[in-house]
């Protein structure tokens, strides 16, 4: 019996120490990444780099605690943690930091994003769900400090969902019961961003499955702690988040950044705690250092004291684990310092692979474009200046790929004069190249799959005499009840959309009658309300979140612009979030509910898709085609017309609306009025009182402005009409400057026109009070005719003689 105790005592140290030798092995692996990292971006192979020294052992003991399923929302310094976790090879993160295009060689961004960016990749060449309940998972970092928060909440709101709500309990692919923990990443000093305390309070109230550790180093950049957060200490200053024996909250931690002993147990328990009991917890990792500075832009001997520097190498948490592991007998120092540098030549094994691969690529291009250029200059009357420019190509030390195109598109600008005869391999060459450099840096803007909108199959909504006319609302109602009913995956939350069913009652009933996990009220927090909706959508789930009026959308427009627009771009297509973010804007009442910022919107949402329906019809069209494709989209309705009677058609939920298709609401022959949104009445109120003197209008509504007129409807019209003027709601030089771009630069109509193709738009100045407010600053129905009566004019001063 005390034999086989003995065994058992035995069989466990022998467990603890391999796994001890094995974290050593991670922590020094992932500290000679950085140190070599860093020396390459200051050789000038790689452009900048920003490394995760200093943060080694807190990661390998939430890699420990991270389960399948699960998903990291972090940001830069995670390396150790995805190393640990088997998601990120030595090789893959240097690829990264050399910028390498293919996204084997770097599955997080292919080359797309500077080095510690990480993620993992969601989702089959085809755009199809990977089972994430078989793998570990990262959401895809962004830079923006802090912003990693808000789609956190959402990553852990979606076990509350997929644990609360029963039509969710076959997706097998996406939770197992809800038992996936959120785990989050933070720098100390990027816990001053109000998007931090936003999603805490919110992770609070939800009481969502979410773990978030801030890695705190006692600097943000050059500036000390003392300068960031009161009493200098996070996890003081939100102690009243601590949950007490009467009331939820968090549950707080803290511990010390090179405790070997004490990080596992922080985060074995705080894994715990949160997978079983759905139980928020902060976990605030103090004394961490950073020994090589905040990134490779500068030195941190230029900001912190002697004293901290030496503090900082005597308390580095590899020497702390050196030390503990010699102490506790699991090793010598010599096995260390053998593990080290067998470890080092690993590194530098992996690094070197990964440097031959990037630049081996490179490699070829220019040899190719070298041949081809020298094999040029022989046929060409420029040979000289060919050969000139392939000598000082071949002379570049560490050449990329701008050296070899930039090369030869001087060439052939050079041999502009000569026949295709002379230039066509070289010529030849070159667009084949680009087009594999449009896949490299300029694909995936959108899907690129069968989930695309563009593949969504029309059906037009079937209306017929005994519809029933009712209030716009009531359509929304309509499909909304549809939705719920068919989808099990569409859930919706907002600012008062739950018990009333959204300030202007479109889901109204609806929660009584499909339940308190499909439609929700959440607190007034636009940020959050969108990363909740981001993080669930990464999760498979079909979120629509509701932000209560479009001039709110400034809330959350940089987590839109920032996070949910590039998601697909930044990751080559390796994740997606189809989340739908519905809200309702133009002509209402005063500053803050009359907004149209549509120049904002479009210049900042460039891979989201945006909608901008005339009527309650055609919005849920849209929704239902959205939710047929996996893009993520803005859907603005229109406020004045939720009352407004319509038709409900009889095929709700299955008519669907294409997305880039413009509607000519009202043939013409003069004049080709484009708009959207509430604008479209306005403007066919004019058009009818312009009938009435004679001038015909073409009315198109747009309905979508990303994508834009993919058809070339607005061309073919001013084909017809030669002239056009373009009309909306927002500032002058907002959305309709970027329509007049769009037709101008894509549909080749300048040979049409016969007048100066014009824009109407609202005053510069946000919509004054009350309806004559409206009236003088946004375009009115006279607005409208005298702008189209001025360019009559213009074109027949005799027939149209001055107002
Ligand atoms: C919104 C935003 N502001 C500024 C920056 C520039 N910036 C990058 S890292 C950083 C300091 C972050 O410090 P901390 O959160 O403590 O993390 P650490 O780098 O120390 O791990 C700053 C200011 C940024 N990336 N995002």
């Known amino acids: ?181 959120a785990w989050g990443t933070i720098g100390n000093a990027s816990t001053s961003e109000g998007m931090f305390f936003e999603t805490l309070n919110a992770a609070g109230v939800l009481q969502v499955p979410m773990v978030v550790a801030v890695w705190d180093d006692g600097f943000g950049i050059s500036v000390p702690q003392e300068f960031h957060t009161t009493k200098g200490s996070i996890s003081e200053a939100l102690l009243g988040l601590q949950r007490t024996d009467t009331e939820k909250g968090f549950e707080i931690l803290r511990v010390k950044g090179w405790d070997y002993e ?56 590899i020497l702390k684990f050196r030390e503990y592991i010699i102490s506790s007998g699991f090793a010598t120092a010599d096995l260390l310092d053998e593990i080290e540098s067998e470890v080092k030549g690993e590194v530098k094994r992996q690094k070197d692979a990964a440097w031959n691969e990037f630049n081996g690529e490179i490699k070829v291009e220019l040899e190719e474009a070298l041949a081809l250029i020298r094999f040029t200059a022989e046929k060409s009357s420029r040979k000289i200046a060919l050969l000139q420019l392939a000598d000082e190509l071949k002379k570049t030390i560490n050449p990329i790929r701008k050296d070899v195109v930039s090369t030869v598109r001087k060439c052939l600008f050079l041999l502009r004069t000569e026949g295709d005869e002379i230039k ?25 799959t069968e989930y695309s909108v563009d593949r969504c199959k029309v059906i037009p909504a079937q209306v017929t005499e005994d519809s029933l006319l009712v209030d716009g609302r009531e359509i929304l109602q309509a499909f909304f009840d549809y939705t719920l009913e068919h989808n099990p995956r ?31 009220d959440t607190s007034i927090r636009e940020c959050t309300i969108i990363g909740q909706g981001i993080g669930a959508a990464l999760r498979g789930l079909r979120p629509m979140v509701e932000i209560q009026y479009l001039d709110y959308l400034l809330y959350g427009i940089q987590l839109l612009s920032d996070d949910l627009a590039t998601l697909t771009y930044r990751t080559k297509g390796g994740q997606k979030a189809p989340l739908i973010v519905r809200t309702r804007g133009h002509r209402l009442e005063g500053v803050w509910h009359s907004g149209s910022p549509m120049g904002m919107i479009l210049s900042t949402l460039r891979g989201m898709i945006v909608c901008v329906p005339r009527n309650m019809t055609q919005a849920a ?23 407004l009677k319509e038709q409900l058609p009889h095929n709700m939920g299955e008519y669907t609306v294409p997305m880039g298709v413009p509607e000519v609401l009202r043939e013409g022959k003069d004049l080709t009025v ?12 004019a058009a009818a009182e312009l009938a009435e003197i004679g001038v015909s209008l ?86 409208v005719v005298e702008k189209v009566y001025q360019i009559m004019h213009e074109s027949n001063p005799k027939k149209y003689p001055a107002i």
Not at 305 to 313: D, G, H, T, V
């Open 621 to 643: 069209g849209m929704y239902t085609t959205l939710l047929q494709s996996d893009e993520p989209a803005l859907v603005i309705e229109c406020l004045n017309g939720y009352r």
């Open 490 to 520: 569409f859930f919706a939350l907002g600012e008062d959309v739950g018990k009333i069913g959204d300030v202007n009652q479109a889901f109204a009933g609806l929660q009584a009658k499909h339940g308190d996990w499909r439609v929700m």
């Open 262 to 317: 004490a990080l596992n147990e922080a985060f074995t328990s705080a894994g715990r705690l949160a997978r079983e009991e759905h139980v928020p917890v902060l976990l605030h990792v103090e004394e961490m250092t950073q020994p090589q500075g905040h990134s490779t832009s500068g030195s941190h001997e230029r900001y912190k004291s002697k004293e901290r520097l030496q503090w900082e190498k005597d308390w580095d948490c």
């Open 1 to 181: 019996m005390a034999g086989k105790i003995q065994d058992q005592v035995q069989q466990a140290s022998t467990i603890q120490r391999n796994q001890v030798l094995e974290d050593f092995r991670w922590a020094v692996t992932s500290r000679h990444a950085s140190l070599m990292g860093r020396k390459e971006v200051f050789m000038g192979k790689a452009k900048f780099g920003i490394f995760g020294d200093g943060k080694e052992l807190a990661q390998i003991a939430m890699a420990r605690a991270f389960q399948k399923g699960d998903f990291r929302a972090g940001y830069y310094r995670d390396q150790t943690f995805m190393m640990a976790l088997g998601e990120l090879t030595v090789q893959q993160y240097f690829a990264q930091l050399y910028a390498h295009t293919n996204a084997e060689a770097d599955p997080a961004s292919a080359g797309r994003l500077m080095n510690g960016h990480f993620a993992t990749r969601s989702l089959n060449e085809d755009g199809t769900w990977k089972s994430l309940t078989a793998q570990y998972n990262s959401a895809a970092d962004i830079s923006p400090t802090a912003a990693q928060m808000p789609k956190l909440l959402g990553l852990a709101f979606a076990s509350k969902l997929y644990r609360n709500n029963k039509g969710l309990k076959d997706l097998t692919d996406f939770s197992v019961h809800g038992n996936e923990v």
């Open 698 to 783: 073409e009315v198109i509504d747009v309905q979508t402005l990303l994508p834009f007129d993919t058809h070339g409807v607005i061309g073919q019209s001013i084909q017809k009409t030669n002239r056009v003027l373009f009309a909306d709601e927002d500032v002058p030089g907002g959305g309709t400057a970027y329509m007049l771009q769009q037709v101008l630069d894509h549909q080749g109509v300048y040979a049409y026109l016969d007048a100066a193709p014009q824009t109407l738009a609202a005053q510069a100045h946000r919509p004054a009070y009350s309806t004559d407010g409206d009236y003088f600053s946004k375009p009115s129905v006279e607005d």
């Open 424 to 448: 066509k391999e070289l010529a030849n060459w070159y667009n084949q190249l680009q087009e594999k450099n449009q896949d490299r840096y300029n694909s995936h803007l959108y899907s690129q």
């Open 674 to 685: 484009v708009t959207y949104g509430s604008m479209c009445r306005i403007v066919l109120d």
